[in-house]
């Protein structure tokens, strides 16, 4: 297969993390989680005594993290200041905080090349996910999918995730994922939003190994159609429970 670039995005909760993984480890590709990066960044102004809710503070002190990904998709993996932050980037303190940072344009910057980095040392192929993939970080991608699914099934899946950790009630995990989403859609530095020529998969009545292959056949489509030097693939939506593609 040639050598990919596939951009997925969407709202918190829709599977993009799962799928990515999954869909990288299946066809020998590289793995790229965004979301950890403005996570890691997140973290690290929080336990440096930076105000999250003061831009002018943040954007100061942007540059001062050193922050490296791993792009194995078996074994993720992050690092602050030469420290693993796999652990803490996942607290609700940070989950809490992570939109504010990552409306900052000095944060995105910042972050934005480190992620155009990585996908031009993926010489074998990449998938990254997050929320502006496909419209800035690699608007040349060789295939955008958005995902996305209702707020019950993606609080019902976060709620399932959480049992046993820290909040669990279904009702409070929902609104909380519809503040982030509605945070990440309204800023004006590169929101969340489907790329005009991204295909679109509701996930919300599939399993995660019918999005899985329903991916992985669009990608080896789209490295067919690269391979034989055909442009990238047109917008479409997937119909969710025949997985095949409407235009
Ligand atoms: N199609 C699916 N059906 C059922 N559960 C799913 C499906 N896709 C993902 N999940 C589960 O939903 C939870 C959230 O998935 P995941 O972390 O991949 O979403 P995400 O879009 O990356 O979220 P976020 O943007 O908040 O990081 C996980 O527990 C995952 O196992
Ligand atoms: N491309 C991206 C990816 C993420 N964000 C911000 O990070 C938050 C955490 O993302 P998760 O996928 O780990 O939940 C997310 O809510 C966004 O604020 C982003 O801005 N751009």
Redesign the pocket.
Known sequence: MSAVIVAI?GP?GTG??STSKAVAAALGLSYL????Q??AITWWMLTNGVPVDDAEAVAAASGKPVIVSGTDPAAPAISVDGADASGPIRTQEV?AA??AV?AVPEV?TRITGLQRSIAAEAAGGIVV?????GTT?LPDADLKVFLTASPEARASRRSGELKGKEATDLSTTREALIK?DE??SSRKA?P?KKADDAVEVDTTELTLDQVVECVVTLVEKAAAEKSRGAGPAEAATVNEKAGQISK
């Open positions: 995005d918190s993009k993390s989680d965004t979301g950890a403005y996570r989950t992570v939109s990552s995105r996910e997050g929320r502006d993939i970080v982030r945070a990440d590169s969340l």
